[in-house]
């Protein structure tokens, strides 16, 4: 039997600092070391490599705790690093007081991820921003460049208050 444990800061302690600032802002806090990474981040060994206005860089190490039953990692784990990928280039280009939520999310599976692939990384990129609604793409690759999975989102743009 294997375990695995995992440790995270209450996201609830920020929340109220965050939206003071804008959604890069709040992003590049998390990648200085200034605020937690959200609690999904350990769940997936997500990690934050870079923000700019409408683009995102993650990367994320898949193990066998995500393993599905025929041996490779569940495309759960995909889903979960291409919507956040999407949704956190939405989050770079939101001003104070805003945030956001998936609407929809299509993903396509390409390769199979397994713990051999190592780490992958993850580029999400806005296509288009409204007042409304913003649209952003991702894809996940491998240390090769290759192309695992790849999505396409809708997100609700909306006041925090």
Request: charged residues 15%; aromatic residues 6%.
């Amino acid at each position: 039997m294997r375990t695995k444990t995992l440790r995270y800061r209450a996201p609830s302690l920020h929340a109220a600092d965050m939206f003071a600032q804008t959604g890069l802002e709040q992003l590049q806090a998390i990648i200085d070391g200034r605020v937690p990474a959200p609690p999904i981040s350990s769940h997936i060994g997500l990690h934050f490599v870079s923000v700019a206005d409408g683009d995102v860089v993650l990367t994320a190490l898949p193990d066998e705790s995500l393993y599905n039953p025929i041996g490779s990692v569940h495309g759960g784990f995909a889903a979960t690093l291409l919507d956040s990928a999407c949704g956190c280039a939405v989050h770079t280009t939101l001003p104070t007081g805003v945030g956001y939520t998936t609407l929809d999310l299509k993903v396509s599976f390409l390769r199979p991820i397994t713990t051999e692939t190592g780490m992958v990384t993850a580029h999400g990129w806005v296509t288009r921003s409204g007042r409304r609604a913003a649209f952003a793409e991702a894809d996940i690759r491998d240390a090769d460049g290759r192309v695992l999975a790849t999505a396409s989102s809708t997100c609700l743009i909306m006041p925090t208050q």
